[in-house]
């Protein structure tokens, strides 16, 4: 089968012809019916983010269960999945035993340590898996790993609320899946993005935020008019450097700044701004189960909505039209059909 793959460090990624996975057992082999590209696999490309080369890319996977190795249950052949990230931890550690496998030092993930869904075949342990609801569609259920790690993000780590005022830098799809969680919660929203992000921010506008700004004149004044007061949390999911100093200049006095974005590479920060206003700063790594079971009930209780932020499907033979797509910032998630 063909599977978009990066061979080895130092170079771009190439299309080849591998073999299909082997069934083992407490497995299932998913025949993928969707799967986004993500700002990792742009930085893994880039050789910006930890892989394990050879290694087929692919972690945001949408499909149908094609056969079931010995000793699972509750899945079946034929059956519309969603799947978990983690091809394997330790479960030992401290962070397996307390809900973090995330933060496992022996985790290997799919599309990075191990093979991933840019490719017609996936095999996934069964604790990976999810139904998926009967309300959700392959596009818009590649977008539930990225929903997941928002929740994570805002949900888990910050307990976003009705009420708050927030600041997002970025509206890729990341930034786009913050805005709609932050609206759900009941939080006013201002979205900003640079003079290339027009599109995007047009979207952005579309799918509820209170008001959408470029960097350039997000100034002070201009967000605090917007919103009627400094914001209450600034979320970076850009991982642009620029868009992390500009938040720590927004955000209110004893206010919340919170990382999603990745960088790729260290980046210079007035970090003493987290003093002067005493902010409270946090990140968030990927996800945890909770904040899969979380997702899919926003998607099945139709809190959110993803089909607004599907962008173009490519097939797995026009791959580097579909990276170019993500690079020249086109509305909405970029999808591989393999």
Same mark, same amino acid.
């Given at each position: 089968?063909?599977?978009?793959?990066?061979?080895?460090?130092?170079?771009?990624?190439?299309?080849?012809?591998?073999?299909?996975?082997?069934?083992?057992?407490?497995?299932?082999?998913?025949?993928?019916?969707?799967?986004?590209?993500?700002?990792?696999?742009?930085?893994?490309? #880039?050789?910006?983010?930890?892989?394990?080369?050879?290694?087929?890319?692919?972690? %945001?996977?949408?499909?149908?269960?094609?056969?079931?190795?010995?000793?699972?249950?509750?899945?079946?052949? !034929?059956?519309?999945?969603?799947?978990?990230?983690?091809?394997?931890?330790?479960?030992?550690?401290?962070?397996?035993?307390?809900?973090?496998?995330?933060?496992?030092?022996?985790?290997?993930?799919?599309?990075?340590?191990?093979?991933?869904?840019?490719?017609?075949?996936?095999?996934?342990?069964?604790?990976?898996?999810?139904?998926?609801?009967?309300?959700?569609?392959?596009? %818009?259920?590649?977008?539930?790993?990225?929903?997941?790690?928002?929740?994570?993000?805002?949900?888990?780590?910050?307990?976003?609320?009705?009420?708050?005022?927030?600041?997002?830098?970025?509206?890729?799809?990341?930034?786009?899946?913050?805005?709609?969680?932050?609206?759900?919660?009941?939080?006013?929203?201002?979205?900003?993005?640079?003079?290339?992000?027009?599109?995007?921010?047009?979207?952005?506008?579309?799918?509820?935020?209170?008001?959408?700004?470029?960097?350039?004149?997000?100034?002070?004044?201009?967000?605090?008019?917007?919103?009627?007061?400094?914001?209450?949390?600034?979320?970076?999911?850009?991982?642009?450097?620029?868009?992390?100093?500009?938040?720590?200049?927004?955000?209110? #006095?004893?206010?919340?700044?919170?990382?999603? !974005?990745?960088?790729?590479?260290?980046?210079?920060?007035?970090?003493?701004?987290?003093?002067?206003?005493?902010?409270?700063?946090?990140?968030?790594?990927?996800?945890?189960?909770?904040?899969?079971?979380?997702?899919?009930?926003?998607?099945?209780?139709?809190?959110?909505?993803?089909?607004?932020?599907?962008?173009?499907?490519?097939?797995?033979?026009?791959?580097?039209?579909?990276?170019?797509?993500?690079?020249?910032?086109?509305?909405?998630?970029?999808?591989?059909?393999?």
């Amino acid at each position: 089968m063909l599977a978009l793959r990066k061979v080895k460090t130092g170079q771009q990624l190439e299309l080849h012809t591998i073999s299909e996975p082997t069934l083992r057992p407490q497995h299932v082999i998913i025949d993928v019916a969707a799967a986004g590209i993500c700002g990792t696999d742009l930085h893994i490309m #880039k050789d910006e983010y930890r892989a394990r080369p050879p290694v087929t890319l692919g972690h %945001e996977v949408a499909g149908v269960i094609s056969a079931v190795g010995e000793g699972v249950d509750g899945f079946s052949v !034929g059956q519309r999945v969603v799947t978990e990230t983690y091809f394997s931890v330790c479960g030992r550690c401290q962070y397996c035993r307390t809900g973090y496998p995330n933060l496992c030092a022996e985790r290997q993930s799919i599309g990075s340590m191990v093979a991933g869904g840019f490719a017609p075949k996936l095999l996934v342990p069964v604790t990976n898996l999810h139904p998926l609801p009967d309300n959700l569609d392959f596009p %818009e259920a590649a977008l539930v790993e990225p929903l997941a790690c928002v929740v994570r993000g805002l949900l888990e780590r910050n307990h976003l609320q009705a009420g708050d005022k927030a600041v997002i830098t970025g509206p890729g799809a990341i930034g786009l899946l913050a805005l709609l969680v932050a609206k759900a919660a009941g939080a006013q929203v201002l979205i900003i993005g640079t003079h290339a992000d027009e599109a995007r921010l047009e979207l952005a506008y579309q799918l509820g935020a209170d008001g959408i700004l470029t960097a350039e004149s997000a100034d002070p004044d201009t967000v605090n008019s917007i919103l009627g007061a400094a914001p209450d949390i600034a979320i970076e999911c850009s991982g642009a450097a620029p868009a992390a100093s500009l938040l720590l200049s927004l955000v209110k #006095k004893a206010g919340r700044y919170v990382q999603v !974005g990745l960088y790729g590479k260290p980046i210079n920060l007035d970090f003493d701004q987290v003093c002067y206003k005493e902010l409270q700063v946090s990140g968030s790594f990927a996800t945890t189960p909770s904040s899969w079971y979380r997702a899919l009930s926003l998607i099945e209780n139709g809190v959110i909505d993803l089909s607004s932020i599907v962008g173009r499907t490519y097939p797995l033979t026009q791959w580097q039209d579909a990276f170019a797509a993500v690079i020249d910032r086109t509305p909405g998630k970029v999808l591989l059909v393999p």
